[in-house]
């Protein structure tokens, strides 16, 4: 059974700090890409960050970019998202996802298979 399960959400004051983690199960994580998608209540699914099967490519959505910093440890089937300097606007409920390898590392929702419930960062001004 694939599972991911997203923690690290929380409160955090404009300017704070916050580490997400994502840990997956159930299929062949160092096989899939992995991004960090984020909704806030009334907007679209954004793209924030992902990370190739490897670690080594990596791409930010310039709302984040020099802020966020993602990583992945497959031997723990783990994956990071750092998040500096946050601001209000930065508040949402966070996603994990798993898209095959093969595609590169991309920010937009489609061709991610997996899915996981998703964590909450609220930001207070």
């Known amino acids: 059974q694939v599972q991911f399960v997203e923690s690290g959400g929380g409160l955090v004051q404009s300017g704070g700090s916050l580490t997400l983690s994502c840990l997956a199960s159930?299929?062949?994580?160092?096989?899939?890409?992995i991004g960090w998608f984020r909704q806030a209540p009334g907007k679209e699914r954004e793209g924030v960050s992902c990370?190739?099967?490897?670690?080594?490519?990596?791409d930010y959505s310039d709302s984040v970019k020099d802020r966020f910093i993602i990583s992945r440890d497959n031997a723990k089937n783990m994956v990071y998202l750092s998040m500096n300097n946050l601001k209000p606007e930065d508040a949402a409920v966070y996603h994990c996802?798993?898209?095959?390898?093969?595609?590169?590392?991309?920010?937009?929702?489609?061709?991610?298979?997996?899915w996981g419930q998703g964590t909450q960062v609220t930001v207070s001004p």
């Open positions: 996802a798993a898209q095959p390898k093969g595609h590169g590392c991309r920010l937009t929702p489609e061709g991610y298979y997996y």
């Open positions: 990370v190739g099967v490897s670690d080594e490519l990596k």
């Open positions: 159930g299929f062949a994580f160092d096989a899939y890409a």
